[in-house]
């Protein structure tokens, strides 16, 4: 169990470098692919985008990433749920607006028909305290 365990661990790696790559290379149609229909994308700012809303702002240009550095400190796998905890750091472009971000983030997969898919994803801001 271990074993398979540490597999899906492997392969939701390199899932989620894939996705972080196809959004900083606006490649929509890779990132696309990765998701779930279903997909719930929040933001840190708290406003929250399905699949639809948030690849059209990744195709117009509303969203726009020019450097996104991000870290997975943890993956757990429950059943066919991937639970990935991740630091995120990244320069883009939000409705013309340069910004960086700094965010402790949740990005959940669910594995279907033994196939994983980017189904949520929960940013948070990280704070000085």
Known sequence: MA?????????VQRLEDQRYSAVLAGDVDTFEGLCHPELVY??????TDSLKAYTDKLRTGA?????IDHESEKITIIGNTALVVVRMNADLTVNGT???MKNSALAVWVN???SWKFVAYQATPQLQV
């Open 3 to 11: 074993n398979s365990s540490s597999n899906a661990k492997a392969v």
């Open 42 to 47: 929040t933001h840190s700012g708290g406003n």
């Open 63 to 67: 969203v726009r990433y020019h450097r």
């Open 98 to 100: 340069p910004t960086t």
């Open 112 to 114: 279907e028909e033994g």
